[in-house]
């Protein structure tokens, strides 16, 4: 308090030199504001102008575009006929033309198509016979590269008229002519479409033209458009810079007032904390020595908690009481074992929200049931039950929910139900044990676990089955007053939670002030919403 007393007198020192600090960088704020304003104005001028100027160059350059792609519509027409000629040739393979090439005789059609071919690729006018045909095909890769390089734009108007006659022949077509030779079929089908795809470029030739001479215009304005484009990036950039220089004006003289402001509210902090917690010396001292105290004293609390839940389960509430009150508490003083005087283990194991989330399962709210409950919360072996009137268990499936699973050794198969629920991490509960456990479930209850790998496996019956780390396991028996041998003690925790008369007692009395003092029900309410949050 000392200490925030002397800091608070240095913050009202601090305030001061801060505030005049304050009004001179509000002053050159406001000067450079002035200036950047009217500079921005400028720029934004200049930069409409630009805008404007783009704006034409984009309208010229999209009128060009939409005359190019016109063109470029009228000239895909001619596209499908190249593309069928390409084909015809690409299916030629030198084989069939060496075929074609070796016959003596051909048939008289076939002479026809080599004479198409004779006109369009040497350009012959008289000699048609077979053998020129023949020279014309002498090297068979070569005549396919003559004919896949042809020109289709520019054929001679002398060719076509020469070819006009066979092209009106019925036979001149790919399926009578296949028939004959595959390799003529293939030349009759390119010769076909090369004269269909001339026939429609010269018709489309002005329109390319045109499509040409409009991508030339586009491109001349794009060219126009990026010097425009380069312009206004150069007066953005000018913008850009003003306003930032603005925003770092604005910035500096908000943070000058920010951290005035700051000291402000901090002083102003440091001066309710100084007058509210001036009466709170004397109770902060009396804090420090009690949390001492239970530095120390935790030793003997945690050994009380710990043998309450080791040892105490199968007694009642007297026997165990006068155990834990009467018999280890003292033996724990006498011993100059720290602990805390009155400590209750009970509320070691469980604060107050954990025993109104158990209630809200169904736990009964006598004290019995909850010291019940907190042993089988802290237990370390699998607790083992005893539950005639089957409260425990009605807790333990509110607890727990619907996934869990509820077997009894006298049903069928239920060493396969133990061995998958073990292995998926179910929650198990087996009920209605009697006095005697099968011996099948010894290596489970005793947590003979062996580590294969990462994981863990317990043998059950002639199985080796894994462990799953969510495994649970609860035994429950309706015996009134069962005996169990030692082996069976050592390997759970048992108990005891058959209802006797002041437990009965104690839990008619919690129904009564859940209907006469609801403001209690709500306490507990909130105390439940806390433990779900934490």
Same mark, same amino acid.
Do not use: H
């Given at each position: 308090m000392l200490s925030t007393t002397e800091q608070v007198n240095g913050l009202q020192e601090l305030l001061k030199v801060k505030m005049v600090d304050v009004a001179v960088e509000i002053e050159k704020t406001n000067e450079l504001i002035e200036i950047v304003g009217k500079e921005s104005l400028d720029a934004e001028k200049e930069g409409a102008i630009a805008a404007e100027q783009e704006a034409e160059t984009n309208k010229l350059s999209d009128a060009a575009k939409a005359e190019k792609a016109a063109c470029d519509a009228e000239l895909a027409e001619a596209i499908p006929a190249m593309e069928r000629a390409t084909e015809a040739v690409n299916c030629l393979e030198v084989k069939a033309i060496q075929e074609l090439k070796a016959l003596g005789s051909p048939p008289a059609q076939c002479v026809e198509v080599a004479k198409a071919v004779l006109i369009l690729l040497k350009g012959e006018k008289k000699n048609f016979a077979w053998p020129n045909s023949q020279k014309m095909m002498g090297n068979p890769k070569k005549f396919l590269e003559d004919v896949q390089g042809f020109d289709g734009d520019n054929i001679d108007d002398w060719k076509l008229t020469m070819l006009a006659p066979l092209l009106a022949e019925d036979w001149f077509n790919f399926e009578v002519m296949k028939g004959k030779s595959v390799a003529a079929a293939f030349l009759c089908s390119w010769i076909v479409n090369i004269i269909n795809y001339n026939g429609i470029f010269k018709k489309v030739k002005p329109l390319k033209d045109a499509a040409q001479a409009a991508q030339d215009m586009a491109e001349a304005k794009q060219a126009e458009l990026a010097i425009v484009i380069e312009k206004v990036r150069l007066i953005n950039e000018k913008v850009d810079a003003l306003k930032q220089q603005l925003e770092d004006a604005v910035t500096a003289k908000k943070k000058v007032e920010d951290e005035a402001q700051a000291l402000q509210d901090q002083l102003d902090l440091a001066n309710r904390l100084v007058n509210g917690l001036s009466d709170?010396?004397?109770?902060?001292?009396?804090?420090?020595?009690?949390?001492?105290?239970? +530095? /120390? &004293?935790?030793?003997?609390?945690?050994? *009380?908690?710990?043998?309450?839940?080791?040892?105490?389960?199968?007694?009642?509430? $007297?026997?165990?009481?006068?155990?834990?009150?009467?018999?280890?508490?003292?033996?724990?003083?006498?011993?100059?074992?720290?602990?805390?005087?009155?400590?209750?283990?009970?509320?070691?194991?469980?604060?107050?929200?954990?025993?109104?989330?158990?209630?809200?399962?169904?736990?009964?709210?006598? +004290? /019995? &049931?909850?010291?019940?409950?907190?042993? *089988?919360?802290?237990?370390?072996?699998?607790?083992?039950?005893?539950?005639?009137? $089957?409260?425990?268990?009605?807790?333990?499936?509110?607890?727990?929910?619907?996934?869990?699973?509820?077997?009894?050794?006298?049903?069928?198969?239920?060493?396969k139900k133990v061995e998958l629920a073990v292995s998926n991490g179910n929650c198990l509960m087996i009920e209605s044990i009697g006095q005697e456990i099968d011996a099948i479930l010894d290596p489970l209850l005793s947590r003979q676990f062996v580590k294969k790998g990462k994981n863990f496996t317990v043998k059950l019956g002639s199985e080796d089955v894994e462990l799953s780390n969510n495994f649970k396991l609860y035994l429950q028996t309706k015996l009134i007053n069962p005996h169990y041998k030692p082996e069976t003690a050592a390997q759970c925790t048992i108990i005891n939670f058959i209802v006797t008369e002041s437990g009965l007692e104690d839990q008619l009395l919690a129904m009564v002030v859940r209907v006469e003092k609801p403001d209690l029900e709500q306490t507990k309410e909130e105390l439940v919403n806390q433990q779900n949050q934490y």
């Open positions: 709170e010396n004397a109770r902060w001292k009396q804090n420090v020595v009690d949390f001492k105290t239970e +530095r /120390v &004293s935790m030793v003997g609390d945690a050994l *009380v908690s710990a043998a309450f839940v080791s040892y105490i389960g199968p007694f009642s509430y $007297l026997f165990r009481a006068e155990l834990w009150k009467n018999q280890w508490i003292p033996d724990i003083t006498e011993k100059t074992i720290p602990i805390t005087p009155g400590i209750d283990p009970l509320e070691v194991l469980a604060n107050a929200a954990d025993q109104a989330y158990w209630k809200t399962e169904g736990l009964p709210a006598d +004290r /019995v &049931s909850l010291e019940n409950a907190s042993v *089988v919360t802290s237990c370390n072996r699998y607790p083992l039950i005893i539950d005639p009137q $089957l409260q425990g268990q009605k807790w333990i499936k509110g607890k727990e929910g619907t996934e869990m699973v509820i077997i009894q050794l006298s049903q069928r198969a239920w060493l």
